[in-house]
């Protein structure tokens, strides 16, 4: 992703900064746009087909949510950000998917930009930036395509469930920042189960082909969600510290929540991370036991039967006068002989623990 | 346990942020509440059955400690926040047994978790969370089910034993800390007896086949020890820098010692961390030099019988013209060469020092 | 390079501090000398011959940028630094090619030095130390040599695109340092792929003699570039912070933003960096498991045809009595128990999982 | 020694906070108690027999040294600490021999806590914790039996030899705890010269068995010294911050010069720290070097003599047609065969420089 | 020399502090006095022969550089100082040669500890100890003996070159630092060589006895020389921040220099020390390899020849019925299946790449 990443910057790169330009994949997506305005009383959900539509929510008097989907419709989200006044920067920054979690306070409104994560149908770990500004009476959401983490948003504000509806913008933007958070749990949860898994093949030893390239695998997997997760930790604490109109006092209490969840989602990547290098640690004694146990078995057929080899080699000889080669019961004595020796040796490896 | 922990917070994502909910094990286990109300000169110790009976304890002027037992009773509970005016969020993370050390400071009362840790009969370390809420006249605590190291605090205030009966809820608040803190010895001196257990037996190599898992546990252990009691450090330092009145000047001074007591079980808990990974260092090369015993084994029998082997064959060739064979003394002479490069080899291991 | 750059500034230990020293190669590189002088409405492009003809520049009311190449050209520059009125300690550092990336704040201009790096023709990474003098209506930039990543800088001022020519000269040092930055993506860009070139081959064992070498030279790349880089950060965050009259409030914000994009390129090296480490002990563990694959080999040839071997030798004796060798079908059936040895040993090694 | 601490630690748990009783091993040692009482023109030396003759040195106007040895005798100490207006949790601290350096300031005295190193007769490094209350014109002091390395400062005192006998209490203080941080020098100077020893016995290959556990136990006395030492750095540098009146400014420079020895003292057993891990490394590849030079003896002498067995075998075949067998010189040439054969292996390992 | 270092504080321990002994070696090296005296028109250049001839140049309106060298001459040094009304613990630490680098900031002067590092004759790394005093218009500089790395210096107040004779004494210790820190530029060079030298030796596989003792070696050098640069940083960071009037304004830019050319020092160094680090990883990595090499070979040729040795053996036996051993082309078919077999193995082992 890494690689991805940077070469989508790359192409950008030349350009005048200020140049609002889509840094995703391309795609034919629609532009797909949502609202929901409400007050303690009613609220209105629509779905909207031109970005003019939008405009007019800036100035209702309720709170307005207005949830852009498709960054690639760089003109339309254009027109959004100058109708709503939003600084070149900003425009350019909601439209270029690479960017860190992040927040910029402007004169009237809030920019913070964070990542969205979230297990598809093949349980993989997909990464999606998402873009608020927060106003006065309303907050925009920018995300890459549809498919997010705010269904449950979007069912409490219809059903007028809890406080959403007779608080503010700011506690809007709580609540969708909430539940993108709380699914970060879901997503170190899933990485945790797969360190165990690993740890307990690498001891019963039956990846012994993979298990570097597993490890190695889950680290970087490890490194990547961290990036996506501990800046956002920053951006909570300066929300707190906001000292602007737009966070009222009352909702800090709530912010001061997620940072505390977000504390708890750090520090267990940072013992997951902790944990895979140990894996590492566990895997190179893992092979070095299994090389003692072969050279064991090697030693000790070798020492057993090399001996009694030589014996054998001394008999085979073809000398004119070797007298043990003409007693009658030489053989056999000779069996016994080799016999004893085996059993010394048996004993000597059993006492040494390698048998 | 991550992994528990985790799943548990899933299952309430998507809820309302707000939302009163158990996150522990469903059990059937009763509410348990016990009151001690105190002066300097009397005292009452009640069972309660209904958390009504708990309301009026709120205005008494005497101390007032209020224990809670079995944080299933969620619906209990949120009458007892609501009546003690706790905000909305305290409530919620009251039965939500997933929190971080922490101290949340409100206008009339002080909010703070903590991680009781004990053994229990099997020698398990049980983690549970208990809160506290720190008012101007009563302390309410709240655990997870009943039992816990309050023992002795609760004979103190019967016998009036020490200061606590002439001193406000801040100190009662202060003892029943010091109580958890003081437990915490004893967990992290279990740990150390287990390190050098484990130490010695990677010395004597009697654990060869599970020492690696052995020492991936214990830092696990240690590495979830030292989760619960970090962020701690940083509770005791606010309620030092605490500027509301509910800490008075002269109690400070008590959690000044606490501060202390975590200072030395946070140290031990590193020094017992930077050990367990050194076991991994000596566990690998205690591995080692038994390879290096079992491969000085094989040379030492292959280096000196394979020679002789190799001698042996010479004479057993059926060459028609050996002259030696035919010698009278050969056999014996052969013999004589066989013992003399035996030893000469004895000597040049014993000379290496691999004998 | 860590060895040439000590080098170099050792032929100028024991000189007086403000000795203007060029600490490069030598080299007889032509200086060469490039204005871009412009207006909202107009801009003249100009290459000059002598130093003298830039004098002039210093006073219009126009922004200019005054493009310096060849800092062999040690009298030249000495003038100019001299006619800008910059501190002696400025103009040694201008030539001296050793710099830490660093920002000195004087009176009337800046003084900030940084590292461009770019790919050459052959993918070698070029570190090439670039300054630039911010004053209030010129940028004076001094290159090594020419060829530089301001391509489209040139093209934006000639075009009149973005805002660069409605902006003043602090706009135009964002511009040209925006355009290094941004070449840093693709630096790093390279070094993720070869992390991942490297890693693959390791797994597919492809490159067991060079492996080691291939690594610690990767580490050392990564080191000089994060060298190069991380302390620009701190330039950055000064230059934001700056209370002069040089940067204005509007482009802070600009600033800001590179300081977002340097952050993003310094958290990919250090997670490259984390990588790279890693790879070491992967190699290690596919060291080890390919000697364990050996061994195996060895120990099962071993054990399966030494004591065969042992079972004719016994046959080979020359003993006068050996019962077996008289019988008609001794042979037949030694080869019967040899076979059936044989397959023993196969299915034990099999069982085993050893083959 | 950390294993014995917190089982002390132990027995007092569930004691109410403040309970004065004495951690360390019981034992009926006598207490001793020792006054020096001092102006710049005289000075009182003087043993005394009970508690209560100390009391009158409170109120002299000389600067009085009360030296207590003996913690056991836990009701004389309260007694004295009574007497002395002292906190019931510093009375508790002076008995509690697990206490980490530290410094707790009270309104008209200073309470400071260190640990006292010094080698014993048999060269171990004797851990007695020392306490100080430093006064107006008093110290008290508080060790835990007699033997002490305050030798010097007491013929200081007697002698009036530098500056002792014309300051205050608190360059008694100072004295006092420069004669304990001096003896610092010569603990880490022992651990320095162990170090040095098991590196050369490590290169020297002499202590193959015992090495990981020297090195492990090197280790763990690295870590307890450090965590005697190092908190010492911070109490240091809050008496230099000190305001009240107790510690005079002109003192505060020779304070300083504590804090710079202690500094000295804590960088040198970081670098001795770092070194220790690196003598596990170390003592890893020597063992990888010593099974290396097995495995090539044993490789040498299979790799020579198993083809020559070979060959042997070859000829001790019963074939009736072997042509060879029937030449006349066919032994001597086979003889001439397995001489180059010989040769040949001999020069193929040396030129691998096995040999 | 770590040991050598506190051996000598040993000596020390036990006296009163402020007792003004040499820490050094003995010697009887003569005092050497010089004195550089200048204004911006001429200079007096004198060797003295008694302390006392230097008092006169404090009260001189020039600038005066008084460099003593012999810290031997405990006597003399402590007269100066009096003279010079430096504090008892400065004049302690001038004769004391185990100092940290430091700055202690005194009323009327600074005093300056730094080490002067140099290569002597043999390449070996000198570590001296010089001492700065800085007063208004006058520098002390203590050495422990001649030659030093003030030589360019000297020069430059002779000739009058750069600005040293129109500034004032703030600038005279200015560029003796910057001698010094210049000099530190070609130590780590030097180690930079060394590091590079090591590890091609490595590569090569070279130094397969030593490689172990000399990395080892290299740490404690790098980790020495660290110690020493190290502190001052801070030192010079204390000096930029001074607001005694001993340091001007406009020279403070100067002091930044040097801040500069030390953090390119101290950078430069914790590379080498990462280096250092995995030269002992490819180190190891390097024997694995060659264990690896060893083991084939033995592979290899056992598993060719123990196989055909066993063929030969079977026709080494006596039974009186093995109907192969009178066909009579029987021996050459044998020699066919052995040749079959043998490249059969060959191909095999190709194959696998250990040929």
Chains 1, 2, 3, 4, 5 share one sequence.
């Not at 969205?116 to 907050?139: R, T």
Request: charged content about 30%; hydrophobic content about 40%; overall charge negative.
């Amino acid at each position: 992703m890494a690689k991805k990443r940077t070469k989508k910057h790359q192409k950008k790169s030349g350009l005048a900064p200020g140049s609002v330009i889509y840094t995703g994949e391309k795609s034919d997506k629609k532009l797909f746009l949502e609202v929901f305005d409400y007050t303690p009383e009613e609220y209105i959900e629509k779905e909207l087909n031109s970005i003019e539509e939008v405009f007019d929510f800036k100035l209702t008097d309720c709170v307005s949510w207005i949830n852009v989907n498709g960054l690639n419709h760089v003109t339309e989200i254009e027109k959004l950000g100058i109708h709503f006044n939003l600084h070149p920067l900003v425009i350019e920054d909601l439209v270029s998917i690479s960017q860190r979690p992040k927040i910029d306070e402007y004169e009237d409104y809030l920019f913070v930009v964070l990542k969205m994560l979230y297990h598809d149908a093949d349980e993989n770990i997909i990464n999606e930036q998402v873009s608020f500004i927060l106003g006065p009476n309303y907050v925009l959401s920018f995300q890459e395509s549809e498919g997010d983490v705010f269904g449950a948003v979007r069912d409490r504000i219809r059903q007028g469930k809890g406080r959403v509806r007779t608080m503010q913008s700011d506690y809007l933007l709580y609540i969708l920042m909430d539940a993108i958070v709380d699914e970060y749990f879901s997503i170190i949860e899933t990485l945790g189960y797969k360190i165990e898994d690993l740890e307990s093949d690498i001891f019963e030893g039956s990846i012994e082909e993979t298990a570097t390239k597993d490890i190695q695998e889950l680290k970087k997997e490890i490194l990547k969600v961290r990036r996506s997760i501990f800046p956002l930790r920053e951006v909570i604490s300066r929300i707190e510290k906001d000292e602007s109109n737009l966070i009222q006092q009352r909702t800090k209490t709530y912010y001061r929540d997620i940072y505390d969840h977000l504390f708890q989602v750090t520090e267990n990547i940072d013992i997951y991370r902790e944990m895979i290098w140990s894996l590492m640690d566990m895997y190179m004694t893992t092979i070095s036991n299994k090389m003692n146990e072969v050279m064991k078995v090697l030693t000790i057929m070798a020492s057993i039967f090399i001996p009694l080899t030589f014996i054998a080699g001394i008999y085979g000889m073809n000398f004119d006068y070797i007298p043990e080669l003409h007693y009658k019961y030489s053989y056999f004595i000779l069996w016994g002989v080799m016999i004893v020796l085996f059993i010394a040796m048996l004993i000597y490896f059993k006492r040494k623990k390698w048998l």
